[in-house]
């Protein structure tokens, strides 16, 4: 019995070490695209302030998730984020822009201090998802404001991206939605380059009073004697 219990034992070994094998396969990790986005030239260009950049909460998260035809999210099993998607959307957008601005100056919100843009870029990503048989679909809404905080443009999007079906296709797909919003958001910022500039304002000169004259204290007034007509006469001797 001894001699048929040693096969038997590496058996159970050789089992247990091929399911722990199979339990820890390696996860795909995966990153948007950001395309080939060129190098601006101009380091004076138009000044651009992006964000604050809100991400709708079931993003917030490193798990790849699956839109399913019912409309439900179910988590990948074999792929997943690698690392921040909020962080991925920001930089994208970001370089994006600068290349289609031919601007330096386009930053992520909280800008520095002393940095003055000609437009800030207010968005919000509502929705970024697909599935195997769902197209990617990106949802968002952003607003623009001008030197002063005036909102000059707001526009709610809706773009679609078709794929093949397999999990890299469908990060691809969310990347090339991502750059048709920068190609959007680019052609909306381009007019606001010509803003006249922001005059000075000088604070409203008060009205001075009227100077009053002192005046003298006023002579009593005399009524002028006006002459007594009688129908006396009078004679002289």
Known sequence: MKFLRLPFALLMTGLLGLSGCSMHQPVALYQLDSGDPGQPSQSAGMAVVLGPVSVADYLQRETFLQRQPDGSLTSATDGRWAGSLSS???QL???QLAW???SQRVVLAPATAGFNPDVQ???SITRLDSGKNQPAILDAQWRLLDRRGKV???RIVHLEQPHEG???SQVQAQG???QKLAEQLSVAVKPLANQPAIAEETPPQRKSAPVQVKKGPEKPKIPMASPIRTD????RF
């Open 176 to 178: 090339q939605l991502l």
């Open 100 to 102: 289609r601005l031919d």
């Open 88 to 90: 991925d959307i920001d």
């Open 93 to 95: 957008l970001v370089r």
């Open 152 to 154: 000059r443009d707001n």
């Open 121 to 123: 870029v207010l968005l």
């Open 232 to 235: 006396m006469e009078v004679y």
């Open 166 to 168: 397999s999990e890299a």
